[in-house]
């Protein structure tokens, strides 16, 4: 899986690498039980903090797509990513209240808005087709 961070972007790098790092998974360019680098071995690779690293790979495993064992080191969650629950789905609700409300005042119409949405979804479920011929 390659790495593309935009340091001019307002998004902070850890955030940045944690949501490509789901998106690998998602898209399965990343298998469950596969190793990541480790915290040093990934910054030094992209040329970024080790802090940077550690942070998105601490908030990887508070959510469950990763496990960090001391003699293995950084693994994608062998036993799948923990399904979606209550509390996942109010934030997911939050954020895209969010979304929406902002596409609203910026004169996004629902069908463009959906549209997207779809066309985006669809980037996923084509991934998932790809890997499992």
């Given at each position: 899986m390659y790495i593309n961070l935009?340091?001019?972007?307002?998004?902070?790098?850890?955030?940045?690498?944690?949501?490509?790092?789901?998106?690998?998974i998602a898209k399965k360019e990343l298998a469950l039980g596969e190793r990541l680098p480790s915290v040093r071995s990934l910054a030094a690779d992209i040329g970024i903090n080790l802090h940077t690293v550690n942070k998105a790979y601490k908030q990887l495993k508070q959510e469950g797509?990763?496990?960090?064992h001391r003699q293995k080191g950084v693994v994608i969650n062998p036993e799948g990513i923990p399904q979606a629950d209550e509390e996942y789905k109010h934030g997911l609700s939050k954020s895209l209240n969010t979304l929406i409300a902002e596409s609203v005042c910026r004169g996004i119409e629902k069908e463009e808005f959906l549209?997207?949405?779809?066309?985006?979804?669809?980037?996923?479920e084509l991934s998932e087709g790809d890997h499992n011929e």
């Open positions: 935009d340091l001019q972007s307002t998004d902070p790098i850890y955030l940045q690498l944690r949501n490509q790092i789901v998106a690998g797509f990763i496990l960090i549209k997207m949405c779809s066309s985006l979804y669809k980037e996923y």
